[in-house]
């Protein structure tokens, strides 16, 4: 039975889709389809189509009462729109579906887990949120509401953990057939740990042990986690809050996290052996993998991040939020590398290449512009001895607006600067990364679609992702440098 507030919620966003023209989205993002979007949930592959559910309110372009948005592909990168899938219409969910995940079961249904969220009036006079973990059934395109929801509350957390904090459970299905989830929750300590939860049916749940604990090491509580085994390792993957800096691979308030390390299948032991940051610009957050049909492991995160969504008016945006590239992800030399998904070099037109041109002050290239690109640069130092300052690549650009990259070696440094896109709000515009390099020698990919830039580093090695809002007409890129630097680029159109 589709409840009264989903049906408002499906009839309203088939009406108001209409006012957004599609050459205002991005074209191989995922955007939401009206509205808010923020985490991906339930990211799946069920009955021969991706499935990507999203944390969503379609009523305006801000954060609101949470439903889950719906859309399916073939390939990761053409997106259809499903009605919407959950709203917030139960006694246990009545302030909102928050993010959970989603599973085939042998009888070939799908299973959503989710977090329902109630605001509980406190003692002192505000509201806090009770979360429970909450199950709904479908066939990919209808789920119903389990009956005995919700299935894991405060009485299957450990000792001392907050039932305010207990949220985005990510299920997986083992090859024994039982099934497993991790759970984002606060212990007493006030920072973040993740909960192992085990089924033998998908609908019964019971605490197993806490998989991971953050010991007020990486911010406070972790959000979204994501565990699987990678290329021989385990991977823990989680977007913590309230994080304090740590030199540049951690940067102030909301972030991402990998820990890598050795799992113990017998004692379900996690033995850390290496963290980094999971994306080192200023958009994204709160990331989920699948393991798609042939094998490859893919991620896809909000193309966002909560300290910088916030500036944008309804009137500028009757949209707000995207997802990230899908990204192939791999471990090499024990870090875990990111590249994008290789279905994007189908969508790959009018190839320009040039070769070995050398760069000193400002130089634009024939054929080079646009705001749907995939562009391969590599560049070295024209006299060894003598390495450049500074080299850029400028792209949204004109008379006006530029978004940029730029590298300077001697301080290893690379930064995104999105600082004259055209944003009128004083949020973060600037993001730097270390980087590893040769002598001034380093690979860049450039990923653009419209309003955002995604940047791989040295083969995937690293990547910085961001957002700009820049008027579409802005289309030059041009290169700069400060020294002598010499560069071979290939840029194809995505279409
Ligand atoms: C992360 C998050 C999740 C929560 C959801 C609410 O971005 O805060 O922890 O489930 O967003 O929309």
Known sequence: MTSQTLREARTYEEASEKFIKKEDRPDFHLSTRTGWLNDPNGFSYYKGEYHMFYQYHPYDSHWGPMHWGHAVSKDLLHWEYLPAALAPDEYYDRDGCFSGSAIELPDGRQLLMYTGVIKERQKSGGFCEVQTQCLAVGDGRDYEKYENNPVLDEKDLPEGSSRFDFRDPKMWRKEDGTYCCVIGSRPADGSGQILLYTSEDGFHWRFKKIL?????????????????????????LTSPQDMLPQGFEYHNGNGTLCLIGDFDEETDTFTEQHNQSIDYGIDFYAPQTILTPDGRRVMIGWMQNWDTCGGHTDQEHLWFGQMSLPREIFIKNGRLYQKPIRELEDMRSGRVEYQSVPV?????????????????????????????????????????????????????????????????????????????????RLKLRLILDQFSAEIFVNDGEQVMTATMYTERAADGISFCADGEVRMDVVKYDLI
């Open 212 to 236: 991971v604990s953050n010991n007020n090491r990486f911010g406070k509580m972790w959000e979204c986690p994501d565990f699987f085994m990678l290329d021989g390792k385990a991977v823990l």
């Open 360 to 440: 000193a002050g400002t130089v634009n290239l024939e054929g080079i512009k646009g705001r749907k690109v995939d562009m391969e640069l590599s560049i070295w130092p024209e006299d060894e001895k003598n390495v450049y300052h500074k080299f850029s690549v400028r792209f949204a650009q004109n008379a006006q607006y530029q978004t940029s990259v730029s590298f300077r070696p001697k301080e290893s440094v690379l930064k995104i600067d999105r600082k004259f896109s055209g944003s009128r709000r004083a949020v973060i515009h600037q993001r730097r990364s270390k980087i590893k390099h040769e002598n001034g």
